[in-house]
């Protein structure tokens, strides 16, 4: 089980309410152009698929499963409408006949290249009305909190054998 970090009220837990506005703010704004572009239109829970498939370069479905704590049919679902779309597809595992690998598909590359320029010129906008000293704190912050949270072990892909409650606990200043 997790043990949560209790920052108290100091700076850190100033920084985390920051970056959970902000996050706040941006789902917002992503929701809102989500569907400007040309179609096909997708859902959040089907963009945050196309997403991980693509981040791992493809994946076990099984463990796309365990990652996003979901139920084998709700994922077999949104991958069904992925697929149809051409966006996914799926594949043999090499190693495990009863296992599916899951890969983008080049028409799916194409469309998060898509959404990803259309993200950038709305963050490009705001970050044009930022003094330049703010944006070079603003990408050392960032890549931080980047690595920070990418290097952690809960933000992983775990060995898919390890029952949930073997997962490592947070413990304070533990990094």
């Known amino acids: 089980m997790t043990e949560w ?7 850190l837990l100033a920084v985390a309410r920051q970056a959970g506005r902000t996050t706040e703010l941006l789902d917002v704004l992503w929701e ?10 997708i859902s959040v829970s089907q963009l945050r ?8 370069d493809g994946i076990r479905m099984r463990a796309l499963t365990r990652l996003l704590a979901a139920s084998p049919p709700s994922i077999s679902r949104l991958l069904d409408r992925l697929q149809a779309l051409g966006l996914v597809e799926r594949q043999p595992c090499h190693d495990s006949r009863r296992e599916v690998m899951l890969r983008v598909t ?16 709305v963050l490009l906008q705001a970050l044009n009305a930022m003094p330049d000293h703010q944006r070079t704190a603003l990408t050392e912050g960032l ?4 690595q920070a949270m990418t290097s ?7 060995a898919e054998d390890t029952p949930p409650w073997g997962l490592p606990t947070l413990h304070p ?3």
């Open 106 to 121: 080049s028409a799916g590359r194409e469309h998060l290249a898509h959404i990803r320029e259309r993200r950038d010129q």
């Open 173 to 175: 200043g533990t990094p």
């Open 49 to 56: 698929v196309l997403y991980l498939v693509d981040r791992e």
């Open 143 to 146: 890549t931080g909190l980047q």
């Open 152 to 158: 952690h072990p809960m933000l992983h892909l775990v």
């Open 32 to 41: 809102q152009d989500r569907n400007a572009g040309p179609p096909p239109y």
């Open 5 to 11: 970090i209790d920052p108290g009220p100091g700076p």
